[in-house]
């Protein structure tokens, strides 16, 4: 393919959509009015990178052509030529923010990786992220990013403790196997309540701000340390740009609630004469609520199924209707009549109050005796639990902005620098009146000869806007120098906080207030909504609940060095990248504070500290190259990188340090904690190696395949080892003819007890995982344009993190003691025993340490498709997009020494409630069409969900009346116009055909399959001025 024309050596403001590679270099070549080849083998399978702004052609080249295997060559004063680089990018193990020869520049730290990796990186490029319509990051990678497990986002409602906090759950192995890093460098961690550390918040990160993400779903400590035992996720952020590019985004959905603006603004400049290069952004985002309200029957059919299938659904505690459901206090027992009401026996132990019922007085019994065994299941128009007032999706608020420099000082330095910031706000309505109250038998509106609970819906009261604000700030200050033999140095420093605040809850319902419902003094056995005001007195205390801020902060030092091996192989110049670094992390003190007049409390958890030094080196070494014309070995590359770690860990979990009767005696709840918490360190050393291979038959066929380890240090909270003189125990001793283990319990009769440990231990060996990989890549030299990709990963993970203390109670259960023989023969130094008696070889266990241990395993094997194909059509360039994921097997030993559960497939209501890591859909994909020409682009996408069972038995849940969840395909389009002046229009719908998500009854507090948005059918209208 010829484009020509006449190159001026003035510079051109370009216009240039990311598209593949023939249609972006015949547009470039238009607009910088130059000639440019390239054939149509060079061009197949590849696409170029957006070109925005004002560039002289040279540099519009370098960034039209930045990510892929191509680059260009100068054939004359108005011509260029488009070439496969001599050595790929991803054959060279430097870091990218050493990479010379590209006028684009970046302060990702890490090696630059493609798709076609010798390990089977996902490589999302920012444009796909911009397209997609997404509201958010996390919301993206639940919907794109088929190797993520994750089934839900942080601002769905029903999960108020971990809204605002994301969560990437790569292979379904859990949250804390996931690294997330930036630029190639780890940030914050947000602070957990029970004092862990968790997974950096995705919340806040602008999209018009990223570049590329690069995802690696296998074992990736030998490149990045603690933590990759389930995969790393690398989030760069755009640099490539000259000139600025401001956006506007309008969004909102077709069945009321959830619209959004959204406001980006990126650019950058080039100073002295290209020896200053500054960038910038700044983003500012609000969503509203979508209320239960606006999904009314997404959650009635959840209620009424679960009411169907299962007539105890509700046994425990009754549902919210817009009337007061009525239960007896005692659920074993009917409803039964007072004798002046007749004395008769209900046929239930539950009735509702009907519309309009305006109490005992003057509507009598009958109403209440027609309605028994039925619930009012209707949304109330208040905000408690499922009230139509509460957020089914939370209102957001989120700001960011950030401003990076770099600047060439002389030929061989150059210095950077970067500051960052985001801001994320959650916001939901509470309030503290209870809406579950007892009328007692004696009370003169109950006609019933019992005590029973009410549930009333309740409006009005004590409502507020709780807000919970995830914030992180970062800065980067660095150095790159040239070295002799073309190396090169990075010496960088980063800093990064995270802190996370809560609004106060509400202060409580004073007992004053709640007797005058007991007593019936005020009539709660009534359609409230008749008279909704009550009077409520509230304590006397300024807040019910607080929780101090919560703070990480992440300090990284390293030194990296780079560049070619001084020596040559057949393939080419091996590469090699060496790199030192101090990690020190510290967790803030935190607490949080119950304060009632009868009953208060303050848990602290105490500061924790991390630090972690380390030396890591990768090294590529291409073996066999092109030129060395050998049969069936067009390419063969090796890669080995390790990555040694030493740390030191400080911690404690978080603790009980006041409980008493009445209110907290002082506002300063600092001041009513000791000065200082017990806690206790542990140290750990590890090696983790990394082999990787590429082999390229022929052009259109490349084998791959790697060998990768990972490890995982125990939480901060896990490392304090309790003296526990009292742990209750019904286990047997095998080695005494299974007699009963302990002493009987003085308070307890007929229960047993010893003494001994619980809680965390500093000596419990990290967790470790091992990856092995292979995969093939197809570009057939036949139909150009075509790549396609089949990776196995299979990760096996030794020594997880137990809580032994479970295995103490068996209570006749087999397999629980079985495990407990399994422990104890595993570990029989965690036992003290008596002298030997009653003709046994061994004595009484008199003592056990039943602190954490390393005693399980798990495992998971993937299948990753991933298609490519794109061509010319009607004057412009059509794609096609494949990703898929098949989890093979998923598996986890429940117990020690138990038979290995398989959970590909099964999505629990703890793996929902993010209280279990391990979980994941058999199958999960995507696939788009796209069509783009010289203005006009055209895309659809379609997303797929596979069934799951509610449970890894894959049993029938009765609530649900099935015992899977149905498979789930929503539908995506959109379009976009570019008009000369450098304005791009673009509209989309997401989920076109308005389809729910499946009703998920056993689901937590949700109702619906979090795989599925409650948004249904929504609306994206977003403008674009480059300038």
Request: charged share 20%; proline share 6%; aromatic share 8%.
């Amino acid at each position: 393919m010829v484009v020509s024309g006449a190159a001026a050596a003035q510079s051109h403001t370009f216009e240039v959509a990311a598209q593949p590679a023939q249609s972006g270099i015949r547009a470039f070549g238009q607009q910088a009015d130059a000639q440019i080849l390239i054939s149509e083998k060079t061009a197949a399978a590849v696409d170029t990178a957006e070109v925005k702004g004002t560039y002289e052609v040279e540099h519009g080249l370098d960034v039209l052509l930045s990510g892929t295997r191509l680059s260009w060559q100068r054939t004359g004063p108005n011509s260029f030529s488009i070439v496969e680089r001599k050595f790929r990018e991803d054959t060279v193990a430097l870091p990218e923010i050493t990479v010379q020869g590209r006028r684009e520049w970046t302060l990702n730290t890490g090696i630059s990786r493609s798709e076609n990796d010798s390990q089977p990186f996902v490589v999302i490029d920012g444009e796909t992220i911009r397209r997609s319509g997404a509201p958010n990051l996390e919301t993206f990678l639940r919907n794109q990013l088929s190797v993520n497990a994750s089934p839900g986002t942080s601002d769905q409602g029903g999960a108020f403790e971990t809204r605002n906090v994301s969560s990437i759950n790569l292979r379904g192995l859990g949250e804390r196997e996931t690294l997330i890093l930036v630029d190639g460098r780890r940030i914050a961690g947000t602070t957990n309540s029970d004092g862990s550390l968790g997974q950096p918040s995705l919340s806040g990160i602008p999209m018009a701000a990223i570049e590329r993400i690069e995802v690696l779903a296998s074992s990736a400590s030998g490149i990045y340390g603690n933590g990759a035992t389930g995969g790393a996720i690398n989030i760069i952020m755009r640099r490539d740009y000259a000139g600025s590019e401001l956006s506007s985004t309008y969004n909102n959905t077709f069945d009321g609630g959830g619209s959004g603006r959204r406001f980006d603004l990126t650019g950058g400049r080039s100073l002295q004469d290209g020896r200053t290069n500054i960038t910038f952004n700044a983003s500012w985002s609000t969503a509203s609520p979508i209320m239960n309200r606006d999904r009314s029957a997404l959650l009635l059919d959840s209620k009424r199924r679960g009411l169907a299938n299962n007539p105890n659904y509700y046994r425990f505690a009754s549902p919210l209707g817009n009337t007061p459901n009525i239960r007896s206090t005692d659920t074993r027992n009917p409803l039964q009549l007072d004798p002046e009401y007749g004395g008769a026996t209900l046929p239930s132990f539950y009735t509702h109050v009907p519309d309009g019922y305006r109490g005992l007085a003057q509507d009598g019994v009958n109403p209440l005796i027609a309605n028994a065994g039925t619930y009012q299941l209707d949304l109330s128009t208040t905000d408690a639990r499922d009230g139509g007032q509460r957020e089914l999706i939370f209102g957001t608020e989120q700001q960011a902005a950030s401003i990076a420099l770099r600047h060439d000082v002389t030929d061989w330095l150059k210095l950077y620098a970067e500051a960052s910031m985001t801001r994320a706000v959650s916001k939901a309505r509470r309030n503290s009146i209870p809406n579950d109250l007892v009328l007692a038998a004696d009370a003169p509106n109950n006609p019933f000869a019992q005590d029973v609970t009410v549930t009333v819906p309740f409006s009005g009261g004590n409502s507020v806007v709780n807000e919970n604000i995830a914030q992180t700030y970062r800065g980067v200050f660095g150095a790159i120098m040239q070295l002799p033999a073309s190396w090169q140095a990075v010496i960088d420093v980063s800093r990064s906080q995270s802190r996370l605040r809560n609004d106060d809850f509400p202060t409580e319902v004073a007992q004053d207030t709640l007797d005058t419902f007991r007593n019936g003094e005020q009539d709660i056995l009534r359609d409230v909504r008749l008279a909704p005001n009550f009077n409520y007195a509230y304590e006397n205390v300024p807040y019910g609940s607080r929780q101090t801020p919560t703070r990480n902060d992440l300090t990284v030092a390293s030194l990296r060095l780079a560049g070619p091996i001084p020596f040559k192989l057949p393939g080419g110049e091996p590469t090699a990248t060496f790199s030192l670094e101090r990690t020190l992390q510290k967790q803030a003190e935190s607490m949080n504070a119950q304060n009632s007049a009868t009953q208060s409390l303050v848990n602290i958890s105490a500061p924790g500290r991390e630090q972690v030094d380390s030396a890591y080196a990768e090294i590529n070494l291409p073996l066999i190259g092109s030129d060395n014309k050998i049969p069936l070995v067009r390419e063969l590359l090796l890669t080995i990188a390790g990555r040694y770690e030493r740390s030191e860990e400080t911690g404690s979990p978080n603790a009980n340090c006041l409980f008493i009767d009445g209110p907290l005696p002082s506002l300063d709840i600092r001041s009513l904690c000791p000065p200082s918490q017990p806690a206790s360190s542990a140290r750990n050393a590890h090696f983790n190696p990394t082999y990787s291979a590429r082999w390229r038959i022929i052009d259109s066929i490349t084998l791959r395949g790697s060998y990768a380890t990972g490890y995982l240090t125990p939480k901060l909270n896990e490392l304090l080892k309790i003296s526990n003189p009292l742990l209750v125990v019904s286990a047997t001793d095998p080695q005494r003819g299974n007699e009963q283990i302990g002493l009987p319990s003085p308070l307890f009769p007929g229960s047993y007890y010893l003494t001994g440990f619980s809680g965390g231990n500093p000596d419990a060996r990290p967790e470790t995982s091992k990856t092995f990989t292979a995969g093939i890549i197809v570009e057939p030299t036949f139909a150009d344009g075509l790549r396609m990709s089949l990776d196995w990963t299979r990760i096996t993970k030794r020594d997880n993190y137990y809580d032994p203390l479970e295995l103490l109670t068996p209570d006749g259960d087999p397999q629980v003691q079985r495990s407990f023989e399994s422990f104890l023969s595993r570990y029989p130094g965690r036992v003290t025993r008596g002298p030997a008696s009653d003709g046994y070889a061994v004595g009484p266990i008199e003592t056990i340490d039943a602190s954490l241990a390393n005693l399980v395993g798990s495992a998971s094997e993937s299948y990753d498709l991933a298609a490519s194909y794109s061509h010319d059509l009607f004057g412009g360039q059509i794609g096609v997009g494949l990703n898929a994921t098949y989890v093979d097997s998923l598996t986890q030993q429940k117990v020690p020494g138990g038979a290995n559960t398989n959970y590909a497939g099964v999505i629990g209501a703890d793996f929902l409630s993010r209280l279990s890591g391990i979980g994941g859909l058999r199958w999960k994909g995507s696939g788009r069409v796209e069509w783009t020409g010289t203005h006009l682009g055209l895309s659809w996408q379609a997303r797929y969900f596979d069934s799951y069972h509610l449970n890894e038995t894959r049993t029938v849940e009765f609530s649900q009346g099935a015992a899977k969840i149905p498979k789930q395909i929503y539908h995506d389009v959109s379009g976009s116009y570019a008009f000369a002046d450098g304005t791009t229009l673009r509209l989309g719908i997401n989920n076109v055909l308005n389809k729910r998500p499946p009703v998920d009854s056993v689901s937590p507090a949700r109702y619906y399959s979090t795989f599925g948005d409650p948004r249904l059918a929504s609306y994206y209208l977003t403008l674009i001025k480059s300038f």
